[in-house]
């Protein structure tokens, strides 16, 4: 079955940092370029960040620079979001998309990506 997995999610205080996984199954990620996107209760579905298939290119939305990081293991079958600095208006559901074009693009919704994850919960404390 093909599918894409995160996981990682959780309850963080301000200040704090959780590490996010999206791992494929069914198919191999080498080729494909891994959006994450987030929605928060009530709100649209916004882009976060997104890694080229090499993971030799990036991109952040200017809302997460400096403190969210994307990488890639392709021996692994997994992308990683790793979020410092969390903030309490940050809690949403993370998602991550596959796209098998592999370039790295700003991650929007109206783009057809080939595969979604089911989400996973980030809530942040206040």
């Known amino acids: 079955q093909v599918q894409l997995v995160e996981s990682g999610g959780g309850l963080v205080q301000p200040g704090g940092s959780l590490r996010l996984s999206c791992a494929a199954s069914g198919f191999t990620l080498d080729y494909f370029a891994i959006a994450w996107f987030r929605q928060p209760p009530g709100k649209e579905r916004e882009g976060v960040s997104s890694i080229s298939h090499s993971g030799g290119s990036t991109y952040y939305a200017d809302s997460v620079k400096g403190r969210f990081t994307i990488s890639r293991d392709n021996a692994k079958n997994t992308v990683y979001l790793q979020m410092n600095s969390l903030k309490p208006e940050e809690t949403a559901v993370y998602y991550c998309?596959?796209?098998?074009?592999?370039?790295?693009?700003?991650?929007?919704?109206?783009?057809?990506?080939?595969?979604w994850g089911q989400g996973t919960q980030v809530t942040g404390s206040s």
């Open positions: 998309a596959a796209d098998s074009t592999g370039r790295v693009t700003m991650p929007t919704m109206g783009y057809e990506y080939d595969y």
